[in-house]
């Protein structure tokens, strides 16, 4: 199944608007406060084939945060081997707060995620990824995550990481089935930090943290602790 969610964050009157805001396919996006949305899934899934693409604008002076309503679970697909994928692309000039609800791969599963954002010099974004490989009681299903991201035309984070069953690094013992990053721009940058299977790296401007382990709460939680305010969720 084909699926795209459009949305565009505007100041008007000193106060953000959003003037494009549609979903289609597997999802459906709803204003939940003066500048946040979530996005709703209208069906089970992805299966594995399912295509889905997301695309925010947020215009300079503008604010806007996305989350979702639940986890979302990535099923195989009836033809063996056909992944799921979901495209974020994101133009940002104001500020982008992007935190949706962890993914769930399950046994047998291929899932794509991808995040491209294109931020002028002036924009802030946080984004955060939450992965579990495997339903309780079953073996991991296949995660693979790109980060792009751009700041005034020039690069300044582009990895890969490849997670499950048949991903070159994942090999015992360094096989964990719990991933979270989370990607922080918005002014300065900050110093190398370390934990217990979490790192944080310096970028202009911000840095990335990612952690890794067997249960995804204990990683998003060792997430949490290294990066401090920047990664607590607003109410």
């Known amino acids: 199944m084909r ?7 505007r100041v008007v009157g000193g106060r953000t608007v959003l003037p494009v805001l549609r979903g289609s396919g597997q999802l459906a996006v709803r204003r939940t406060g ?10 089970f899934g992805p299966l594995g084939g399912d295509d889905a693409t997301i695309r925010l604008v947020v215009e ?4 806007l945060s996305v989350r979702s309503v639940a986890a979302a679970v990535a099923l195989p697909a009836r033809r063996e081997g056909a992944p799921s994928r979901q495209r974020v692309h994101a133009t940002v000039a104001g500020a982008l707060d992007l935190r949706p609800e962890p993914t769930v791969v399950a046994a047998g599963a291929s899932h794509i995620a991808e995040l491209t ?25 296949r995660w693979t995550g790109t980060n792009r991201i751009e700041k005034g035309s020039r690069p300044l984070l582009h990895t ?3 997670l ?22 918005a002014g300065r940058g ?11 790296l ?26 401090g305010p920047a990664a607590a969720v607003p109410a």
């Open 3 to 9: 699926t795209v969610v459009e949305v565009v964050a």
């Open 34 to 43: 003066p500048s946040t949305v979530h996005v709703v899934a209208t069906a």
């Open 60 to 63: 300079e002076g503008a604010t």
């Open 117 to 141: 954002a294109e931020l002028a010099e002036e924009g802030e974004l946080t984004a955060t990824e939450q992965v579990l490989l495997g339903r309780t009681g079953e073996e991991p299903g």
């Open 160 to 162: 890969t990481v490849d």
């Open 164 to 185: 499950g069953a048949g991903a070159p690094a994942w090999l015992p013992p360094v096989a964990p089935r719990a991933y979270a990053s989370t990607i922080h721009l």
């Open 190 to 200: 900050s110093e190398v930090a370390t934990g217990d299977d979490v790192v944080r």
């Open 202 to 227: 310096p970028l202009p401007g911000g840095w990335v943290t990612t952690a890794w382990g067997v249960e995804l709460h204990r990683v998003v939680g060792a997430l949490a602790a290294l990066d």
